[in-house]
């Protein structure tokens, strides 16, 4: 049974930071690609940062770039979001995404609101 399963969102001010987790099972994770996508309300799910199966590649949208980092641990079988300098503009429910050629899994989100 395959599981993503995020966790580290919450109420953070801004300015602040918070480390998103997604702990994957039931596939080979060294074999996809991970990404961490948004959805603020009445918005589209966007694409937030993208790692290679690898770890070697990394990219990130506009928005978040300098700011955010993506990271992943094979051998834990998880990816991590560190987010700083948070804006209130980053609240959204965060959602990590495994791909691959054949299959795309998603967790079930975990909420961030930045807010003083």
């Known amino acids: 049974q395959v599981q993503l399963v995020e966790s580290g969102g919450g109420l953070v001010q801004p300015g602040g930071s918070l480390r998103l987790s997604c702990a994957a099972s039931?596939?080979?994770?060294?074999?996809?690609?991970m990404h961490w996508y948004r959805q603020a309300p009445g918005k589209e799910r966007d694409m937030v940062a993208f790692m290679s199966s690898s770890g070697g590649t990394a990219d990130y949208a506009d928005a978040v770039k300098g700011r955010f980092t993506i990271s992943r641990d094979n051998a834990k079988t998880t990816v991590y979001l560190q987010m700083n300098s948070l804006k209130p503009e980053d609240t959204a429910v965060y959602y990590c995404?495994?791909?691959?050629?054949?299959?795309?899994?998603w967790g079930q989100g975990t909420l961030v609101t930045v807010s003083s």
């Open positions: 039931g596939f080979t994770f060294s074999g996809y690609a």
């Open positions: 995404s495994a791909q691959s050629s054949r299959s795309t899994y």
